[in-house]
């Protein structure tokens, strides 16, 4: 809004101020309207406030006037600069939802954290199990947590981190929807678990410890998970998929894509 300050004068600004001046020059800047197609696109009743509105935004020059036959038509005299002026709002607005939802959710994790951290000693000695806590509460351990464990433990929040991810147990990025471990122990290493693997990250673009960018699926891999006859073997979720081949790595996406979009036409 500070280069709209700039260059815009001070009794425009305060025009558009109103959040219904704001929807009327929307509709206006689409073509020329009367008052009632202007009340009927606002979605309100046939009222003299839509024409003291537009009677203002006529007044700072930012809407004209003519008839048309028996109609009281009004348009836009300046489509550049109005249309400029919506954008930069538009902007400005998306940017204050941004901030205000990103502050919104860090406040709800510091209060979770909080949360988990009662009745905790503050003793440094005690930062894994809390990170474990955490991670237990939240799939991962989002920045915020660690920043609250810092202060809460008063140790630098780059300790905190350097902890965090040197074990392997912790996570630093949310998990996908689905879990997909690929078992690369001996048995699933000699009937090709690695050829397997590769058609995992073929498919879903990722390497393991990796997250699809829609949040989906995530890829891991394991040393065993105790069915060494069924070799070789994947764990998708908790269910046990034995003798995978690449083909059937396909059909196990196809499932769950066929089940997303069930879940959609549902709702």
Known sequence: MDRIGRTIKPKILKAIAHPVRLMILEELSKGTKCVTEVEELLGTVRQPNISQHLAILRQCGLVGYRQEGRRHC???TNLRMVSELLATIGAA????RATNNMT???????GKTRGVLRGIHRKRGNLVPILQRIQA???YLPREAMLEVSRFLGIPEVDVYSV????NQFR???PGKHRVRVCLGTACHMKGGHIILEAWQRRLGIKPGEVTPDREFELDTVACVGCCAMAPVNVVDDKV??????TRVDGIL??????KEREGKGQ
């Open 241 to 246: 998929e034995g003798k995978v081949s690449p």
């Open 164 to 167: 965090a991810s040197f074990y």
């Open 104 to 110: 919104e959710k860090a406040a709800l994790i510091e």
């Open 74 to 76: 009004y348009f836009i």
């Open 254 to 259: 196809l499932s769950y894509r066929l089940q």
């Open 137 to 139: 509460s939240f799939g």
């Open 93 to 96: 607005n998306e940017a204050w």
């Open 172 to 174: 630093l990025t949310p």
